[in-house]
C-alpha cells in the first residue's frame, strides 16, 4: 500500500509563489509514477504535472514554463514538488497528488488535496 500526504496549499497574490509537496510512504519501490491535478468549482479535474520512475517530466500546456514537479527521493519516502510561479486567478483550485503503482494490476493512489488560491 501507497499513502500520501500533501501539503503548502494557501493564498497568494497573482504573480506570487507557491509550493506543494507530497509525501509518499509505504510501497513506494512500486510507483511508476506521480502526477498532480487539480479542480477547480465547477469544471473537471484536470492533469496539470507528470514526473515518471526515470525523472522525465511532462506539463499542461496551461502551465508550462511556470510550474516544476520534482522528486526527492529518500530510504522510505518519495516527496514530490509542484513549484508554482507566477500564479494567476484561474490557477486557482484544489490540487491533488496521486501516485500510479504497480502490482497485480495497475492501480491509483490519490492525496487528500490542498486548496490553492490566488487572488487578482
Known amino acids: 500500500q501507497v499513502q500520501l500526504v500533501e501539503s503548502g496549499g494557501g493564498l497568494v497574490q497573482a504573480g506570487g509563489s507557491l509550493r506543494l509537496s507530497c509525501a509518499a510512504s509505504?510501497?513506494?519501490?512500486?510507483?511508476?509514477?506521480m502526477n498532480w491535478h487539480r479542480q477547480a468549482p465547477g469544471k473537471q479535474r484536470e492533469l496539470v504535472a507528470t514526473?515518471?520512475?526515470?525523472?522525465?517530466?511532462?506539463?499542461a500546456d496551461s502551465v508550462k514554463g511556470r510550474f516544476t514537479i520534482s522528486r526527492d527521493n529518500a530510504k522510505n519516502t518519495v516527496t514530490v514538488y509542484l513549484q508554482m510561479n507566477s500564479l494567476k486567478p484561474e490557477d486557482t483550485a484544489v490540487y491533488y497528488c496521486?501516485?500510479?503503482?504497480?502490482?497485480?494490476?495497475?492501480?491509483?493512489?490519490w492525496g487528500q488535496g490542498t486548496q490553492v488560491t490566488v487572488s487578482s
Open positions: 496521486n501516485a500510479v503503482v504497480t502490482g497485480p494490476t495497475l492501480y491509483n493512489v
Open positions: 509505504g510501497s513506494i519501490a512500486n510507483i511508476a509514477g
Open positions: 514526473i515518471i520512475s526515470g525523472g522525465r517530466t511532462n506539463y
